[in-house]
């Protein structure tokens, strides 16, 4: 198994950093500086770096981190125009090897048109596509794409450890208690993100069996979760993308409301 820690950047992303002890992979590194100094206090050699979407904020620092290395850097072919530094091009389905672990890559429109995840047993690395308690805005694609991308990761063994690429767990879960105001699952899970952010620990990565008990946008066939929906938009909807649909609007429009 490969060890994964997180690397903080900007105000709540997270680059991932694969490694076996002696060489790492780095996933959407959007800043390269934190990225060398955690290479360098664990004495790890860069072997590849790993892109989801095309977004600055997940590539900007690839260019400092090609500095000197020869290193293959992995991302959507359909993305390659706004991904210079692209060396190797994936499209759905294909495989991924470093560090002596294959992913498969899956696409997953919605948040970009080209985005992808890199998935291996046990592993699913999603950037803005599936969050904790949430999921991406729709910033190229359709509610369809994004429901249907969805769906295909909700499909993946409920032990999948899930590393999303932003800290937005309690605001999502302050939506997701909007959505759910009842569900005990959502407020046990409330007090342990505010006991880790408290300590300053990531509360990443999640897995795919809480999520599918605490994310509004991986139950929109729940009852509790159509009525919530429906209310919300005026008029009865379909489970499944009419929810979506309108959850992810609602989401677009939420206040979270002030701590007391």
């Known amino acids: ?20 002890g002696t060489d790492a992979v ?14 360098a206090r664990h004495k790890l050699r860069l072997a590849a770096v790993l892109v989801t979407h095309h977004h600055p904020d997940h590539i900007d620092g690839i260019p400092e981190l090609l500095r000197g290395r020869d290193i293959p850097v992995y991302g ?17 389905g294909d495989n991924v090897d470093v560090l002596g672990q294959k992913f498969q890559v899956m696409s997953l429109p919605g ?5 992808i995840a890199y998935y291996a047993p046990g592993t699913l690395l999603c950037g803005d596509t599936l969050f904790s308690a949430g999921c991406g805005r729709l910033f190229e694609g359709t509610p369809a794409q994004m429901w249907q991308s969805l769906s295909r990761l909700a499909a993946l063994p409920g032990d999948t450890r899930v590393y999303c690429t932003h800290e937005y767990t309690l605001s999502n879960l302050a939506f997701a208690a909007a959505v759910e105001p009842a ?3 959502i407020r046990a899970h409330v007090d342990c993100v505010q006991a880790l952010r408290a300590k300053g620990q990531p509360s990443l990565p999640t897995t795919l069996m809480r999520e599918l008990q605490i994310n509004p946008f991986l139950r929109v066939e729940h009852p509790d979760v159509i009525a919530a929906a429906s209310r919300w938009r005026g008029g009865a909807l379909q489970p499944g993308l ?3 649909t309108a959850l992810r609007q609602w989401k677009d429009r939420f206040k979270a409301p002030a701590s007391t």
């Open 1 to 20: 198994m490969l060890d994964v820690s997180a690397i903080p950047i900007f105000l709540d992303n997270y680059v991932w950093l694969l490694s076996d």
């Open 26 to 39: 780095v996933v959407d590194p959007g800043a390269a500086a934190p990225v060398a100094a955690a290479l």
């Open 76 to 92: 959507p072919r359909a993305e390659t125009a706004k991904i210079k530094t692209l060396t190797q091009l994936l499209d759905d």
């Open 111 to 115: 948040h970009t048109l080209g985005h």
């Open 183 to 185: 569900s005990t699952a």
């Open 242 to 244: 009419e929810v979506f």
